[in-house]
Protein backbone atom coordinates (compact mmCIF):
# COMPACT_ATOMS: atom_id res chain seq x y z
CA UNK A 1 0.00 0.00 0.00
CA UNK A 2 1.10 3.67 -0.62
CA UNK A 3 3.47 5.18 2.00
CA UNK A 4 1.55 8.03 2.01
CA UNK A 5 -1.88 9.63 1.65
CA UNK A 6 -3.33 13.06 1.05
CA UNK A 7 -6.55 14.54 2.27
CA UNK A 8 -8.85 15.55 0.95
CA UNK A 9 -8.67 13.92 -2.62
CA UNK A 10 -9.98 17.41 -3.85
CA UNK A 11 -10.59 20.87 -2.67
CA UNK A 12 -11.88 24.57 -3.98
CA UNK A 13 -11.84 27.59 -2.64
CA UNK A 14 -12.00 31.04 -3.52
CA UNK A 15 -8.70 33.38 -4.10
CA UNK A 16 -7.57 34.85 -0.92
CA UNK A 17 -8.76 31.74 1.64
CA UNK A 18 -5.87 30.05 3.08
CA UNK A 19 -5.77 26.22 1.70
CA UNK A 20 -5.03 23.46 3.87
CA UNK A 21 -4.29 19.88 2.64
CA UNK A 22 -2.59 16.50 4.72
CA UNK A 23 -0.61 13.50 4.50
CA UNK A 24 -0.67 10.67 6.39
CA UNK A 25 1.89 7.77 6.43
CA UNK A 26 2.49 4.50 7.50
CA UNK A 27 5.95 3.99 8.40
CA UNK A 28 8.99 5.83 9.92
CA UNK A 29 10.32 8.96 7.63
CA UNK A 30 13.63 10.26 7.40
CA UNK A 31 11.96 13.55 5.93
CA UNK A 32 8.57 14.24 3.90
CA UNK A 33 8.74 16.36 0.97
CA UNK A 34 5.39 18.25 -0.89
CA UNK A 35 5.14 18.68 -4.22
CA UNK A 36 2.93 20.71 -6.80
CA UNK A 37 1.98 19.47 -10.45
CA UNK A 38 0.09 21.64 -12.84
CA UNK A 39 -1.99 20.60 -15.25
CA UNK A 40 0.09 18.77 -18.52
CA UNK A 41 3.52 19.41 -16.20
CA UNK A 42 5.67 17.15 -14.35
CA UNK A 43 6.22 17.04 -10.66
CA UNK A 44 7.79 20.51 -9.03
CA UNK A 45 9.36 20.32 -5.29
CA UNK A 46 7.96 22.79 -3.02
CA UNK A 47 9.31 22.11 0.44
CA UNK A 48 11.08 19.35 2.66
CA UNK A 49 10.57 19.06 6.22
CA UNK A 50 12.90 16.87 7.94
CA UNK A 51 12.24 13.84 10.62
CA UNK A 52 13.25 16.28 13.38
CA UNK A 53 11.26 19.59 12.78
CA UNK A 54 8.09 20.37 13.41
CA UNK A 55 7.05 23.32 11.25
CA UNK A 56 8.75 24.81 8.14
CA UNK A 57 7.79 27.87 6.33
CA UNK A 58 8.53 29.10 2.68
CA UNK A 59 6.68 32.10 1.61
CA UNK A 60 3.51 31.70 1.71
CA UNK A 61 3.87 28.13 2.33
CA UNK A 62 3.85 26.46 6.05
CA UNK A 63 4.23 22.78 6.50
CA UNK A 64 4.21 20.85 9.88
CA UNK A 65 5.07 17.17 10.63
CA UNK A 66 3.85 15.45 13.73
CA UNK A 67 6.11 11.87 14.01
CA UNK A 68 3.34 10.36 16.47
CA UNK A 69 0.30 10.98 14.56
CA UNK A 70 2.39 10.37 11.43
CA UNK A 71 0.98 13.09 9.09
CA UNK A 72 1.77 16.16 7.63
CA UNK A 73 -0.03 18.52 6.65
CA UNK A 74 0.71 21.50 4.06
CA UNK A 75 -0.86 25.54 4.45
CA UNK A 76 -0.98 27.80 1.50
CA UNK A 77 -1.99 31.19 2.43
CA UNK A 78 -3.80 34.10 0.78
CA UNK A 79 -4.42 31.76 -2.03
CA UNK A 80 -4.09 33.00 -5.54
CA UNK A 81 -5.48 31.24 -9.27
CA UNK A 82 -1.66 30.00 -10.25
CA UNK A 83 -1.74 28.30 -6.89
CA UNK A 84 -4.05 25.40 -8.69
CA UNK A 85 -2.55 22.45 -9.19
CA UNK A 86 -2.26 18.72 -7.74
CA UNK A 87 -0.66 18.14 -4.39
CA UNK A 88 1.65 15.30 -3.24
CA UNK A 89 3.19 14.56 -0.39
CA UNK A 90 6.33 12.71 -0.48
CA UNK A 91 7.99 10.29 2.14
CA UNK A 92 10.97 8.01 1.94
CA UNK A 93 10.30 4.61 1.79
CA UNK A 94 11.93 3.47 5.31
CA UNK A 95 14.98 4.45 6.84
CA UNK A 96 17.66 2.27 4.87
CA UNK A 97 16.26 3.22 1.25
CA UNK A 98 16.02 6.68 2.39
CA UNK A 99 16.43 7.56 -1.75
CA UNK A 100 13.48 5.78 -2.07
CA UNK A 101 10.62 8.16 -2.48
CA UNK A 102 6.94 7.10 -2.93
CA UNK A 103 4.27 9.57 -3.50
CA UNK A 104 0.91 9.94 -2.62
CA UNK A 105 -2.02 10.09 -4.58
CA UNK A 106 -2.05 14.00 -4.53
CA UNK A 107 -4.75 16.63 -3.50
CA UNK A 108 -6.70 18.64 -6.37
CA UNK A 109 -6.60 21.89 -5.67
CA UNK A 110 -8.75 24.93 -7.59
CA UNK A 111 -8.73 28.61 -6.65
CA UNK A 112 -11.25 30.24 -8.12
CA UNK A 113 -10.50 34.17 -8.92
CA UNK B 1 18.75 26.94 -16.71
CA UNK B 2 19.16 23.17 -15.95
CA UNK B 3 16.04 20.71 -16.52
CA UNK B 4 15.06 17.18 -16.85
CA UNK B 5 14.44 16.72 -20.41
CA UNK B 6 12.45 13.97 -22.07
CA UNK B 7 11.76 12.91 -25.16
CA UNK B 8 8.97 12.77 -26.81
CA UNK B 9 6.64 14.40 -25.32
CA UNK B 10 3.79 12.75 -26.63
CA UNK B 11 3.69 9.08 -28.32
CA UNK B 12 0.77 7.50 -30.18
CA UNK B 13 1.83 3.82 -30.95
CA UNK B 14 -0.79 0.15 -31.96
CA UNK B 15 -0.30 -2.34 -29.50
CA UNK B 16 2.32 -4.73 -29.98
CA UNK B 17 5.11 -2.12 -31.01
CA UNK B 18 8.35 -0.90 -29.63
CA UNK B 19 8.63 2.07 -27.81
CA UNK B 20 11.20 4.15 -26.49
CA UNK B 21 11.41 6.82 -24.39
CA UNK B 22 14.16 8.96 -23.61
CA UNK B 23 15.65 11.16 -20.54
CA UNK B 24 18.52 13.77 -19.93
CA UNK B 25 18.61 14.15 -16.36
CA UNK B 26 20.03 17.36 -14.64
CA UNK B 27 23.95 17.25 -15.49
CA UNK B 28 26.11 16.19 -12.09
CA UNK B 29 22.70 14.18 -10.82
CA UNK B 30 23.84 10.88 -9.99
CA UNK B 31 20.36 8.94 -9.52
CA UNK B 32 18.01 8.93 -12.37
CA UNK B 33 14.24 8.10 -11.61
CA UNK B 34 11.32 6.90 -13.74
CA UNK B 35 7.74 7.13 -12.82
CA UNK B 36 4.02 5.69 -14.61
CA UNK B 37 1.58 7.99 -13.70
CA UNK B 38 -2.15 6.94 -14.31
CA UNK B 39 -5.57 8.36 -13.06
CA UNK B 40 -6.17 4.77 -11.09
CA UNK B 41 -2.73 4.07 -9.54
CA UNK B 42 -0.97 7.32 -9.26
CA UNK B 43 2.22 7.87 -9.36
CA UNK B 44 4.13 4.72 -9.43
CA UNK B 45 7.75 4.30 -9.41
CA UNK B 46 9.45 2.00 -12.05
CA UNK B 47 13.33 2.03 -11.53
CA UNK B 48 15.91 4.32 -10.39
CA UNK B 49 19.59 4.54 -10.98
CA UNK B 50 22.79 5.29 -9.25
CA UNK B 51 25.37 6.34 -10.56
CA UNK B 52 24.31 4.82 -13.88
CA UNK B 53 23.72 1.07 -12.11
CA UNK B 54 20.37 0.09 -11.28
CA UNK B 55 19.48 0.12 -7.72
CA UNK B 56 15.44 -0.66 -7.65
CA UNK B 57 13.49 -2.02 -10.94
CA UNK B 58 11.16 -3.97 -8.43
CA UNK B 59 8.18 -1.65 -9.77
CA UNK B 60 8.69 -2.27 -13.25
CA UNK B 61 6.90 -5.52 -15.23
CA UNK B 62 10.13 -7.23 -16.43
CA UNK B 63 8.67 -8.70 -19.00
CA UNK B 64 8.28 -5.96 -21.28
CA UNK B 65 10.11 -3.01 -19.55
CA UNK B 66 13.59 -2.06 -19.75
CA UNK B 67 15.47 0.27 -18.12
CA UNK B 68 19.11 1.28 -19.02
CA UNK B 69 21.56 4.16 -18.63
CA UNK B 70 23.99 4.13 -21.70
CA UNK B 71 25.67 6.82 -20.08
CA UNK B 72 25.47 9.76 -17.44
CA UNK B 73 23.42 12.24 -20.01
CA UNK B 74 21.05 9.11 -21.46
CA UNK B 75 18.78 7.21 -19.56
CA UNK B 76 15.93 4.97 -21.72
CA UNK B 77 12.82 3.23 -20.35
CA UNK B 78 11.92 0.75 -23.54
CA UNK B 79 8.67 -1.10 -23.54
CA UNK B 80 8.32 -4.24 -25.90
CA UNK B 81 5.49 -5.34 -27.03
CA UNK B 82 3.34 -2.41 -25.69
CA UNK B 83 0.19 -2.98 -24.52
CA UNK B 84 -2.99 -0.54 -24.30
CA UNK B 85 -2.57 -1.03 -20.45
CA UNK B 86 0.75 0.60 -20.73
CA UNK B 87 -1.09 4.06 -21.90
CA UNK B 88 -0.03 6.65 -19.45
CA UNK B 89 2.28 9.68 -18.85
CA UNK B 90 6.17 8.15 -17.78
CA UNK B 91 7.94 10.77 -16.28
CA UNK B 92 11.82 10.89 -15.34
CA UNK B 93 13.09 12.57 -12.22
CA UNK B 94 16.70 13.32 -11.47
CA UNK B 95 18.68 14.07 -8.50
CA UNK B 96 21.79 14.38 -6.33
CA UNK B 97 22.12 11.85 -3.60
CA UNK B 98 24.74 11.58 -1.23
CA UNK B 99 25.19 7.55 0.44
CA UNK B 100 25.24 7.27 3.83
CA UNK B 101 23.60 10.64 4.90
CA UNK B 102 19.97 12.11 6.13
CA UNK B 103 18.80 12.48 2.55
CA UNK B 104 17.90 16.02 1.44
CA UNK B 105 16.39 13.43 -1.35
CA UNK B 106 14.70 16.23 -3.76
CA UNK B 107 13.89 15.00 -7.30
CA UNK B 108 13.47 17.32 -10.72
CA UNK B 109 11.00 15.70 -12.41
CA UNK B 110 10.98 16.13 -16.34
CA UNK B 111 7.54 17.71 -18.38
CA UNK B 112 6.86 13.53 -18.89
CA UNK B 113 6.30 11.65 -21.79
CA UNK B 114 2.36 11.25 -22.74
CA UNK B 115 1.40 7.55 -24.06
CA UNK B 116 -1.00 6.09 -25.69
CA UNK B 117 -0.76 2.64 -27.21
CA UNK B 118 -4.23 1.59 -29.21
Known amino acids: SQQGEEDPQALSIQEGENATMNCSYK?????LQWYRQNSGRGLVHLIL?????REKHSGRLRVTLDTSKKSSSLLITASRAADTASYFC?????????????FGPGTSLSVIP | DARVTQTPRHKVTEMGQEVTMRCQPI?????VFWYRQTMMQGLELLAY????????DSGMPKDRFSAEMPDATLATLKIQPSEPRDSAVYFC????????????????FGAGTRLSVL
Open chain 1, 27 to 31: TSINN
Open chain 1, 90 to 102: ATTAGETSYDKVI
Open chain 2, 49 to 56: FRNRAPLD
Open chain 2, 93 to 108: ASGFLVEGRVAKNIQY
Open chain 1, 49 to 53: IRSNE
Open chain 2, 27 to 31: LGHNT
